[in-house]
């Protein structure tokens, strides 16, 4: 457990997942990949929460995720050698009801930003690292400093093991953040029909 700023930063425990996975659907609501896959605003958070609650899933058994005691903020970490996100594990992990869940158009468009970004992630060295999956702060808290407290730990872990962190981001105002914290942009890449670029940033130890 770690205090700082006034907030306890502890695992998530398999009883909060849901409640976890609700805050992602909040913190998330804004973001162009979200609004690209699920551009109906009023079912949005639905379905963001039903997607993220199946990576905190795989996470949970994989990796390591930490939040707060009042769950206004999480991260998400796999370190790649140790686990991968495949198509296979995604499926194991909840999202072969995703179809059912999307609709067609959102699962075409899931399908085809999953193609985009297994596709980019290919062509990066095979190097091992930790893996930042997931990191959101609510609404209601963020520019509070919580997101940075939560990466820094991440970060902290990396350093320790000697590994580089790696991520990617849609928002260039996340992208901002990250670079402020010695990442840097490997890679960059555009869902065809979509306006949203990904990029991939890594962060070398020691930066």
Wanted: with cysteine; glycine share 10%.
């Amino acid at each position: 457990m770690m205090r700082g700023e006034g907030t306890e930063i502890v695992g998530l425990e398999a009883d909060r997942l849901g409640q976890a996975a609700a805050m992602l659907g909040r913190a998330f609501d804004d973001d162009p990949m979200s609004a690209y896959l699920f551009p109906d605003a009023a079912n949005r958070q639905r379905k963001l929460a039903w997607s993220m609650g199946c990576m905190l899933r795989f996470a949970m058994d994989h990796g390591v995720v930490e939040t707060t005691t009042a769950m206004d903020g999480l991260a998400a970490w796999i370190r790649s050698d140790l686990a991968r996100l495949t198509g296979w594990q995604m499926l194991r992990c909840g999202m072969w009801a995703a179809p059912f869940r999307f609709g067609p158009g959102g699962w075409r468009r899931f399908s085809r930003m999953v193609r985009t970004t297994f596709a980019a992630q290919s062509r990066l060295p095979k190097q091992a690292h930790w893996y930042l999956m997931l990191l959101a702060v609510d609404p209601a808290r963020q520019r509070g400093g919580l997101g940075t407290q939560l990466l820094r730990r991440g970060i902290e872990r990396a350093e320790r093991d000697g590994l580089p962190c790696r991520l990617e981001t849609t928002t260039p105002r996340a992208k901002e953040f990250y670079e402020k914290h010695g990442f840097r942009v490997v890679l960059d890449v555009e869902i065809p029909g979509s306006g949203v670029t990904i990029w991939t940033m890594v962060r070398e130890t020691g930066a």
